[in-house]
């Protein structure tokens, strides 16, 4: 019955055309036009799909969480991956509302091995490539007829014009790929239960809702008419479990001096390791982050001297399969040791040194020049922060510089004996220094010491052993801790909440039962769950290590043995999986001479807010307005009469989202003319001075109204 009412709505979907003899089909619920051949033929190969065959306990290589689940099955045309057809998992929990599409880009962003091609259209979710590494090279990757394009969690997002001159990289030296759109297609299959006969689906995977125990299924066909069929057979291969990069955290490890080049651990959610994800990082690993869809790794020098291989200063690894891009041997002079990373933007970052910090050219992978010098002997840079048009950057135990990332030029010089620097939730700038912990004015600045109290430790600073300290801030709370010594032992965390201006004890290892103490920059705190991470040593025993989870509020969790082995764990590094989202503007209008600032609407699930960097792209007209930001804020000018748009942008960890901004100037008007739109209201006005007012006086007024915008107008 089933089946009938597959070939009956199969037929209802195709509308034959008598003078061009051709007939419209649903691709993955998009309409196609194809001849009457091609058409038979695609419906003959649906009626040929047998059961889904599939055995949920037979599966292994799961994405997602919760008691229900689904299963993926996909299979590729030309007898790739010997005909068989690969089979995944995905779980929900019951109180979601999971559809298709969720349920592959879940499988994608989880498996390191899977890529998709595609784009979302007014029909929803196209796939228009699909990518296996079958060999297992780490090499995930779509060459365009520009340029190569490495997948954002598992998806390479194209036009549809472009499927049929893109390709995998490695296709035909490993990797199963089929693509498509004109030449051939991915046949998009259903079914609500196992033991169903799969239906060729009316819709796309976006308009799919998934139930529990069902089956979607992708299987690849060429449109040409003497084309070899590809059809689901149930000839079946259920994949083992592999590592999900995209969850979990990654570690660091500093590796043996003297004996090994440092390496990069991962440790899964559910507390598996895999060990030596990236390898000869370079001698003494030291700082690691995620930007711009890669890694970006610091090493102290480029090759151990117990070492067979070199590695370099900067070790650059794809984020979603971990393999190693590029190494660049050195970052200033060949006796310079690389120290910390800061992104500028998608194309621009900043290395440290022991000597002065360099740019960074992102999209060729090459130092391009230095931006600072130190002029002190024996000291050395280390952490950097962005925040709005600056940096602000450390010299250890000497300055603390604010850098323009514009001309890459120092505003000021704060000499002090800065060590780290952070950002907490608000936005505000705490830097730890021998003498305790002060924040930074923004405004002015200047640092502003921080009285921490009675029996609460300083932070354990590095220079020696250069490592970027236990100093960190929470993303849900409004919160930054930091680690204390007691001699030569760290064995102490301390936290500080900025609200309620609290300083208190965290963790005390004094006390430990198994003796241990923490490691290098061993505490880091989990930006999506709010979970912080230890990493601990026992005693002298360094190759007896354990990283330990604990809630926000000092719970213990679990304890995670790492393999023995000399690692020397330096830092963790938490998967960024999750783009920058930017809400629609509001149109802007203004009378001319007017001046209006725009709140700008951007939030990154696993960044701060804060951090995330406002530009302005393109105006369409510049002689009708000009704008800039400031502060994070959108700041226009209406220069004569008219209209124009202003492409906004926001990039997060150097992935960038844009928006469209609407402005809209009329001539010079009196105080009536000033709203912005039929929503908003007048909350206060203020003389150009600053002093508020109650009703409008002659001369300029700045008006601040209820959606945020604030303008300045002339009273006549």
């Keep these: 019955m ?53 055995d949920f306990s037979k599966i292994e290589r799961w994405a997602g969480e919760g008691e229900c689940r689904a299963a993926l099955a996909l299979k590729w045309a030309d007898g790739q991956n010997e005909g068989k057809t690969l089979v995944w998992g995905y779980r929900w929990k019951s109180t979601e509302n999971p559809t298709g599409e969720d349920l592959i880009r879940a499988i994608a962003k989880a498996d390191p091995a899977l890529y998709l091609m595609g784009s979302t259209g007014s029909f929803g979710l196209t796939i228009g490539g699909i990518g296996y590494d079958a060999d297992n090279d780490r090499f ?14 598992g998806f390479v997002t194209l036009p549809s014009d472009e499927y049929e001159s893109s390709a995998a990289t490695d296709y035909g030296d490993g990797d199963a790929w089929n ?90 959610e559910n507390g598996e390791w895999t060990y030596r994800c990236a390898d000869n990082i370079g001698a003494t690993g030291c700082y690691a982050t995620p930007w711009a869809n890669r890694y970006y790794i610091i090493a102290k020098q480029p090759k151990d001297k117990g070492a067979e291989v070199s590695g370099g200063r900067i070790t650059v690894c794809d984020a979603n399969s971990m393999r190693v891009l590029k190494q660049i041997e ?114 002015t600045l200047d640092l502003e010491p921080l009285t ?22 929470s993303l849900q709370s409004n919160v930054i801790y ?132 406002i530009s302005v792209e393109n105006i369409e007209d510049n002689s009708v307005a000009e704008v800039s930001v400031k502060n994070g804020k959108l700041v226009v000018n209406a220069l004569k009469e008219g209209s124009t748009t202003v492409t906004v942008k926001a990039c997060s960890n150097g992935i960038s989202t844009q928006k469209t901004l609407s402005i809209n100037v009329s001539a010079p008007t009196s105080i009536d003319a000033a709203t912005t739109t039929a929503e908003a209201h007048e909350v206060a006005r203020y003389t150009i001075d600053g002093k508020r007012i109650s009703k409008p006086q002659t001369g300029i007024n700045v008006v601040r109204f209820s959606d945020g915008t604030v303008k300045k107008v002339v009273v006549k």
């Design 330 to 443: 050195n970052i200033g002079g060949a006796n310079e040791d690389g120290r910390s990373f800061c992104g500028i933007d998608e194309h621009r970052a900043y290395v440290s040194t022991t000597e002065g910090i360099y740019e960074l050219d992102l999209d060729n992978l090459e130092i391009t020049k230095k931006v600072l010098s130190t002029e002190n002997y024996n000291t050395q840079f280390g952490n950097m922060v962005r925040f709005g048009d600056y940096v602000l950057a450390t010299e250890y135990g000497k300055n603390l510089f604010v850098i323009n990332c514009a001309d890459n030029t120092v505003v000021k010089t704060l000499p002090c004996t800065a060590a780290s620097v952070v950002m907490a939730k608000d936005g505000s700038l705490w830097v730890s220094t021998t003498e305790g912990i002060s924040r930074f004015n923004a405004e």
């Design 179 to 268: 693509s498509g759109w004109y030449s051939g297609f991915w046949s998009y299959y259903v079914a609500d239960k196992a033991d169903d006969e799969l239906q060729m689906s009316m819709t796309g995977a976006t308009g799919r809702t998934l139930t529990d125990g069902c089956v979607d299924a992708y299987v690849f066909s060429y449109f040409a008419s003497d084309a070899e069929p590809n059809v689901y057979d149930g000839n079946l291969q259920y994949l083992p479990a592999t590592t999900d990069y995209s969850t979990g955290t990654f570690v660091l490890n500093e590796g043996w001096f003297g004996t090994e080049n440092a390496s990069v651990n991962h440790l899964s």
């Design 2 to 54: 089933k089946k009938n009412f597959t070939s009956i709505m199969f037929a209802l979907c195709i509308s034959l055309s008598a003078a061009a003899q051709t007939t419209t089909i649903r691709v993955q619920g998009a309409p196609r036009k194809v001849s009457q051949t091609v058409a038979t033929r695609i419906q003959k190969a649906a009626d040929a799909v047998t059961s889904t065959c599939i």
């Design 452 to 473: 921490l109290g009675e029996g609460i430790g300083l932070p354990v600073l590095t220079s020696g052993a250069w490592n970027p300290d236990c100093f960190c801030a």
């Design 482 to 613: 930091w680690a204390s010594s007691t001699e030569w032992t760290i064995n102490k965390v301390f936290k500080y909440d900025i609200d309620k201006q609290e300083a208190s004890l965290f963790i005390d290892y004094t006390t430990d039962a198994d003796g241990r103490a923490l490691y290098g920059a061993a505490l880091r705190v989990d930006p999506k769950t709010d979970c912080i991470y230890t990493s601990l040593v026992k005693g002298w025993t360094f190759n007896d290590n354990v990283v330990r989870k604990y809630s926000a509020d000092g719970t213990q969790l679990a304890e995670y043995t790492m393999e023995a082995n000399y690692w020397f764990p330096e830092v963790f590094v938490f998967p960024d999986t999750e783009d920058p989202v930017l809400a629609d503007f509001k149109a802007i209008n203004l009378g001319v001479g007017e001046q209006a600032e725009a709140d700008v609407d951007v939030t990154d699930a696993d960044n701060n807010r804060h951090a995330i960097v």
């Design 140 to 153: 995930v990757s779509v060459t365009t007829m520009t340029e190569e394009v490495y997948p954002r969690c």
